[in-house]
């Protein structure tokens, strides 16, 4: 029984580092119990069994918002994202009896293999509740992010509590302990020292936050009434009141999209000259037959077009529908009746203030998203994104949580726009600065700056970390000698 409660205590320790407690080092003690609990149980059984526990408590306390769209939405996904660490308690329980820095070893490139893969399979992968977030998130090491990346800080998160967890068992087992300790310390002084910054030319932005009329629901003339609002309060913006004017996912929409309605473009066009900005318009747009494209659109103040950006990594079951042939008999995808075409390339606009990059909603919460975008050669970053299908719920927090520590990964300040909340300004440091609140129609006004300096490590070498941590788990599973596979072999060798 205890060692079943102490993997729910766990889950609930790492709920707490995310928001909406949001206590950033609790994440380096949380797996503790985790680990405690899988080195005592002596069946295979027990430690799947424990693992999926975990997982159950911690990812279904986590995104308990997307019960708003239905049970049928969430109970699938918590389902697969604890199948995933049921998957990780097995490995770790089977070497558990192995020399502890072999267990050690691959107790963290385990993590990081699974991390890694879930942030990419199935349908893309899913990153929310991945440790580096909290981690790294922690004021103190947002600096360092820089270096690692938020799967850097997954690996050094789990490296401290696993040694935690040997540690206990006896002192002997001090070294890693300290060691880890020692690098965490290190990378914290150093990103204090040289915390990533934007200071390159000064941007002046106006996000518009219009609103919905309807939250959670479709409602008539729905894409009118956000554009109306949009407009509405952009023309209260004051003659070069901004530089650069967002309008939030989903501000446009056919047939208010302007590139297929000429009134809707003339409007924008107009505001733009007034107020001598460059406007960011967000908006989807009808692809014959059954799709549409989720596109950023960024007009210049003399009225023309710079490009549009159309969004590469769509939601599963939201912005399409996987295997809708075999699926069809779920009448809730009846809701999803066109499937997103998603972008080929990561699209940066030029200013000239300098190279504007964005990416939209989803794609925020991860790193490569956003790190694709700076590596082509952005300098500021927008995240747009809408938010308004979760109702009063802390999944804008997660969120934002996500983007400021995908802000200082890339070291660029970044715009977080949404149309209905929360929308706020980060900077380079992913410090995060006055937002808004939830359904509020209002303007958000703030000054940002593009970077001057070169791609930060990460947006060179994204998952140098993980790499390492996996072939250290590699190391530790094939290098001969005492408590080897090689030994385990040779034990059921027959004579």
């Not at 928001?19 to 609790?26: E, M, N, S």
Request: hydrophobic share 50%.
């Amino acid at each position: 029984m205890f060692p079943y409660l102490a993997a729910f205590a766990s889950a609930l320790l790492m709920w707490a580092a995310f928001p909406p407690l949001d206590i950033g080092p609790v994440a380096f003690v949380a797996p503790i119990p985790l680990f405690w609990a899988l080195r005592r149980v002596e069946r295979g059984f027990e430690a799947v069994t424990i693992g999926f526990l975990w997982g159950t408590v911690f990812f279904g306390m986590l995104l308990s918002w997307i019960t708003i769209l239905g049970f049928i939405a969430w109970v699938p996904l918590v389902l697969l994202m604890a199948a995933y660490f049921a998957a990780y308690s097995l490995l770790v329980w089977l070497f558990r009896l192995w020399p502890a820095w072999r267990w050690w070893l691959i107790a963290i490139g385990g993590w990081a293999a699974i991390e890694f893969l879930r942030a990419r399979f199935p349908f893309g992968g899913f990153p929310w509740g991945s440790i580096g977030y909290a981690a790294g998130g922690f004021s103190p090491l947002l600096g360092s992010v820089q270096l690692v990346g938020p799967a850097g800080w997954t690996v050094l998160a789990v490296a401290f509590a696993a040694a935690g967890a040997l540690l206990i068992e006896s002192r002997d087992h001090w070294r890693q302990f300290v060691d880890t300790t020692v690098v965490i310390v290190l990378l914290g002084v150093f990103g204090a020292l040289f915390a990533p910054s934007a200071d390159g030319n000064q941007v002046r932005v106006a996000i518009v936050q219009g609103g919905s009329p309807c939250p959670m629901v479709h409602c008539q003339n729905e894409n009118q009434r956000i554009f109306e609002s949009h407009l509405e309060l952009t023309e209260t913006i004051p003659d070069s009141g901004a530089d650069l004017v967002v309008w939030a996912e989903n501000s446009t929409g056919p047939p208010f999209d302007p590139e297929s309605n000429d009134s809707v473009k003339a409007a924008i066009i107009s505001q733009a000259g007034r107020i001598g900005a460059y406007f960011l318009v967000s908006g989807t747009r009808k692809v014959e037959p059954d799709g549409f494209l989720n596109v950023n659109m960024l007009y210049s103040p003399e009225g023309v077009k710079i490009g549009e950006y159309a969004k590469q990594h769509p939601v599963p079951f939201g912005e399409y529908v996987p295997l809708r042939s075999l699926l069809g008999f779920i009448p809730q995808l009846d809701q999803v009746p066109r499937d997103m075409v998603r972008g080929a390339d990561p699209v940066v606009f030029p200013m000239t203030q300098g190279q504007l990059g964005s990416v939209i909603s989803f794609e925020g919460a991860f790193p490569r998203s956003i790190r694709g975008i700076a590596d082509a050669g952005s300098q500021l970053m927008v995240v747009a994104t809408n938010e308004s299908s979760y109702g009063d719920s802390y999944s804008s927090d997660q969120l934002i949580d996500m983007t400021r520590v995908n802000a200082a990964a890339i070291g660029q300040d970044l715009v977080h726009a949404a149309i209905t909340g929360k929308s706020t300004f980060v900077t380079a440091d992913g410090e995060v600065g006055d937002g808004t609140d939830l359904f509020t129609e209002e303007i958000l006004y703030g000054t940002v700056a593009m970077r001057s300096a070169g791609p930060t490590l990460f947006t060179r070498f994204p998952n140098w970390m993980t790499l390492l941590a996996v072939i250290t788990l590699a190391a530790a599973l094939f290098w001969p000698g005492e408590g080897g596979l090689e030994a385990i072999v040779g034990r059921h060798r027959p004579d």
